[in-house]
């Protein structure tokens, strides 16, 4: 009986650490945060970041305001980026984004905090005029804010937040497919428990390649070509490989990984 008891611990001990391998834990060492200042006519948020290590970072922001069109109902996104670096026990302000405060369209303010190596360390989220389960009204009736709690760690894997598409694109091209996919990837209703990220990076005679990886998996990679016809075709299968990971995931086969 003593070594079942054995044996069933050193199982949840290997389970517990190959969960905790593929948890995706946010704002443990650097901390997004959005703030809100609002008043009749405007709602102002403010993009920040605190250093909760021990030495000086150097990082990169994205703050994105991302809406849908009201004519096309495509999505419609606005980056803000910039470079800093953040002493240790500092918190620093890095951009800002106004609102009209009768806005009446759903709006995502979504502040992403890089290392130097493009390693997401910090992240916050505001919805406008959306529903969020674990929001809060925060400076305005229209206003409602999803927290990013992560570092809580409250759920096995963190705080999940969905629906989430990055873009890390360095050409035309790259970006009419990021536009390509995330339209779809809204019209499907995929919402995603992971983050999906468009990365471009380059290769071979100056010509570009995009991986589209989910959550910490890879799900396809091609040379870029800007023919329309040819990134429809991929974004199409883009879209099928995400939608194919997520239903994997759902039915757990990407809890436990081996190396």
Request: charged share 25%; no cysteine; glycine share 6%.
């Amino acid at each position: 009986m003593l070594k079942l008891i054995q044996h069933i611990a050193i199982l949840l001990g290997l389970l517990l650490m190959s969960l905790s391998s593929v948890a995706q834990i946010y704002n443990t060492q650097i901390e997004a945060k959005i703030d809100i200042n609002a008043n009749s006519e405007f709602v102002e948020f403010t993009g920040s970041a605190f250093n909760k290590t021990e030495i000086s970072q150097s990082l990169r922001y994205s703050l994105s305001v991302i809406r849908k069109d009201p004519v096309t109902q495509k999505s419609l996104k606005n980056d803000q980026t910039g470079r800093f670096v953040l002493d240790p026990g500092r918190k620093q302000n890095l951009t800002k984004a106004t609102l009209n405060a009768n806005e009446t369209e759903r709006v995502i303010i979504l502040l992403l905090i890089y290392s130097t190596d493009d390693s997401l360390l910090g992240m916050d989220r505001i919805v406008v005029n959306g529903t969020e389960a674990d929001a809060r009204a925060a400076g305005n009736d229209n206003v409602t804010q999803a927290y990013s709690k992560n570092a809580v760690n409250n759920e096995p894997d963190g705080v999940v937040l969905r629906g989430i598409v990055i873009e890390e694109t360095k050409t035309k091209p790259g970006r009419d497919f990021y536009n390509l996919f995330y339209s779809d990837y809204l019209k499907y209703k995929i919402n995603g428990e992971k983050i999906v990220t468009i990365k471009e990076t380059l290769s071979l005679a100056n010509n570009t390649k995009i991986e589209v990886i989910a959550g910490d998996t890879k799900v396809l990679e091609f040379f870029v070509r800007p023919q329309p016809d040819y990134l429809k075709t991929l974004s199409t299968e883009a879209i099928k490989r995400v939608y194919g990971y997520f239903k994997d995931l759902r039915e757990g086969k990407y809890i436990v990984k081996h190396y």
